[in-house]
């Protein structure tokens, strides 16, 4: 039984002040058990969050690290810094870092190697560009991207990270993959699993969608069965959405 995630993403959005306005905003309001709730916020809000969610059940995300853990690297995150600071979590590979910073899918697999050495766990994303879609050539550029990323990661370490599916063309769009096209992937990431590694390991780890999920939409696509959550954005950003979104199923 693969307990759902529901992650928020916020991007380069709000800084420490407006984190914790959030904070107080989903104070005591969280389930104690059935989803897990997790925030990933920028580096500057990371310790305000930690703080926060500490003794509650929010788990906390950094949105990006460095792989190596201390050194002349200017302007970088150490993952062992952020292990330190007590984050459970570390958002890798998004569309945004592999678009903008070009971030390669070999600096992605050292990222995730860094993270788990660091006691953290990688959500890994991946997801292809509309133009891919309609080449019909998503499929083969996902679990690509899917097979670089998990390199030298053990069954162990890979069941208790996530990979998340994020097609570009649905990122902030409004645009969402329907269900049926979320879950299609969804599925041929689990299969893509098992074939690196086996049935139990494709079984067991947590596969999010992402794109344009909202309260509106994410009951349909939690529905689906391979889809066990959501990395969402923009509704993630305020507390009611968010408590909606991680209230999906009541
Ligand atoms: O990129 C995303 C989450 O990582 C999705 O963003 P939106 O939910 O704003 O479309």
Known sequence: MRTPIIAGNWKMNKNPKETQEFLDGIK???????????IGAPAIDLTTL????????????????????AGAFTGETSPKA???????YVIIGHSERRQYFKETDEDINK??????KNN???????????????????EDWVTGQIENAVKGISADDLV??????????????????????AQEMVHVIREKIASLYDADTA?????????????ANVKELMAKEDIDGGLVGGASMDPESFLALV????
């Open 203 to 215: 079984d067991k780890v947590r596969i999010l969608y992402g794109g344009s999920v909202k309260p």
């Open 160 to 181: 208790k990270s996530v990979i998340a599916y994020e097609p570009i063309w649905a990122i902030g769009t409004g645009k969402t993959a329907t269900a049926d096209q």
């Open 82 to 88: 952020l292990d330190e600071m007590g984050l459970d």
């Open 28 to 38: 005591g309001k969280l389930p104690e058990s059935g989803v897990e709730a997790i």
């Open 247 to 250: 209230n999906y199923n009541k």
């Open 120 to 138: 953290m766990f990688p959500i890994i994303c991946c997801g292809e560009t509309l133009e891919q879609r309609e080449a019909g050539k998503a």
């Open 50 to 69: 930690v703080a926060g969610a500490e003794g509650t059940p929010l788990k906390t995300a950094a949105e990006n690290s460095y792989f190596e853990d």
């Open 111 to 116: 990222k995730a190697h860094a993270i788990l």
